[in-house]
């Protein structure tokens, strides 16, 4: 059975610095790895989607890697901001017909 | 705007009141989920739908009905709700399984007492 980790739990940083977020993942038979953010009771929004074939995919401040082999997933997040702080979830999909596994989570804090 | 909507976003009922949320997407896509999140057990498949008429039992099933006669909506149903099914659900779609990422759905926070 996967079983998807993110490392730390929680994390609080002073504005402007620049930070990793990691995933590991058990079953490197993956299909696509998706980050998501989520604001406090609020619902899941979709940062960044890798296809097992890629390495990486970004988009404006954030740049996420994949390796299979290794089995981990990190979310690099270049001069954090106030308005980064969530929850960033990394879920994974096996195929078709296959439900997403998700990771606990990282709660992150940006300080002003 | 391409979304997925649920409704309602807040419910609180009692033990026993049959109650169902509604779950639309105005993309076209075929494959619908829907998910609960509970603390320390994060989110969890409860059903999803491969397209019309093709739904399939996720993590948690018990205790919830699906039906997918439109490609659009996704009504997740609890014919007989029990306090162990508070919790924040989402509703998710895709538009083809394995390529496609998810969209999610702002979640309904449900309370049963």
């Known amino acids: 059975k996967q079983e998807v980790t993110q490392i730390p739990a929680a994390l609080s940083v002073p504005e402007g610095e620049n930070l990793v977020l990691n995933c590991s993942f058990t079953d490197s038979a993956i299909y696509n790895l998706q980050w998501f953010r989520q604001d406090p009771g609020k619902g899941l929004t979709s940062l960044l989607l890798i296809q097992s074939s890629q390495r990486e995919q970004t988009s404006g401040r954030l740049n996420a890697s994949l390796d299979k082999s290794s089995g981990r997933s990190t979310l690099y997040i270049a001069a954090s901001q106030p308005g980064d702080s969530a929850t960033y979830l990394c879920a994974l999909s096996r195929g078709a017909g296959n439900m997403l596994t998700f990771g606990g989570g990282t709660r992150l804090m940006v300080k002003p | 705007e391409a979304q997925v909507t649920q409704n309602p976003r807040y419910l609180i009922t009692v033990t026993g009141k049959k109650l169902t949320v509604t779950c639309s997407q105005n993309?076209?896509?075929?494959?619908m989920s829907w998910y609960r999140q509970d603390p320390g057990l994060g989110l969890r498949q409860i059903y999803y739908s491969m397209n019309v008429e093709v739904t399939d039992k996720g993590d948690v099933p018990e205790g919830y009905k699906v039906s997918r006669k439109e490609k659009r909506n996704f009504p997740l149903i609890l014919e007989s709700p029990s306090p162990n099914q508070t919790s924040l659900y989402f509703c998710?779609?895709?538009?083809?399984?394995?390529?496609?990422?998810?969209?999610f759905g702002s979640g309904t926070r449900l309370t049963v007492v």
């Open positions: 993309m076209n896509h075929e494959y």
């Open positions: 998710a779609s895709s538009l083809r399984q394995p390529d496609y990422g998810y969209t």
